[in-house]
């Protein structure tokens, strides 16, 4: 069983940068693809960014690409999600995901069988 705890949103102004932090416990980190998901009230969650078992595959929404950065330290069982030149349209709840161990990635929620409590994101105009 893998737990997830995400930190690091906040509100922010338009075009600033926030780095979102995911730390698990429990299972094998290494073996997990690790996603991160955002939700507005209202709408369904939906796909920002994955990250492969040892790092070296990543993919990302295009809403995000070219802004948004997903990384993991398998050492210190961490995700990042460094986002840059913010929008008031990124605002959300955002999440952190895994799948079940040595699966593949997904942009699929139904695909992520662990989840964080979310972290608040704002971006003011």
């Known amino acids: 069983q893998v737990q997830l705890v995400e930190s690091g949103g906040g509100l922010v102004q338009a075009g600033s940068s926030l780095r979102l932090s995911c730390a698990a416990s429990?299972?094998?980190?290494?073996?997990?693809?690790l996603g991160w998901f955002r939700q507005i009230p209202g709408k369904e969650r939906e796909f920002v960014a994955a990250i492969g078992w040892s790092g070296d595959s990543t993919y990302g929404a295009d809403s995000v690409k070219g802004r948004f950065t997903i990384s993991r330290d398998n050492a210190k069982n961490t995700v990042y999600l460094q986002m840059n030149r913010l929008k008031p349209e990124d605002t959300a709840v955002y999440y952190c995901a895994a799948t079940p161990p040595y699966s593949s990635g997904s942009v699929y929620s139904y695909e992520y069988d662990y989840w964080g409590q979310g972290t608040q994101v704002t971006v003011s105009s």
């Open positions: 429990g299972g094998t980190f290494s073996s997990h693809v």
